[in-house]
């Protein structure tokens, strides 16, 4: 995955412990722009994660929008 070093930017991090984290990527590939969240251990990349294309990520930012709107905490109680 040399792909996300040079041509993606970092834009969050979600840290689980001393050695997992997610890093969420924003950039180019292939010529299409894509959004990759991916699993780290030890600063290292895991094969679990997932890349989007734009349009993919707007409808997971609507579905994660809507099931975690102001009125549910993020445990989805009200």
Do not use: Q
């Not at 834009?11 to 990527?25: A, F, M, Q, T």
């Not at 924003?26 to 959004?35: A, H, P």
């Amino acid at each position: 995955m040399d792909e996300l070093t040079d041509e993606f930017n970092l834009i969050g991090r979600i840290v689980r412990d001393s050695n997992n984290e997610v890093l969420i990527k924003r950039g180019t590939y292939w010529n299409v722009d894509v959004l990759d969240i991916r699993w780290f251990n030890n600063d290292k990349p895991s094969r679990k994660g997932i890349r989007l294309n734009a349009e993919e990520a707007k409808i997971l930012y609507e579905i994660l929008r809507r099931e975690f709107n102001e009125e549910k905490d993020i445990l989805g109680k009200n």
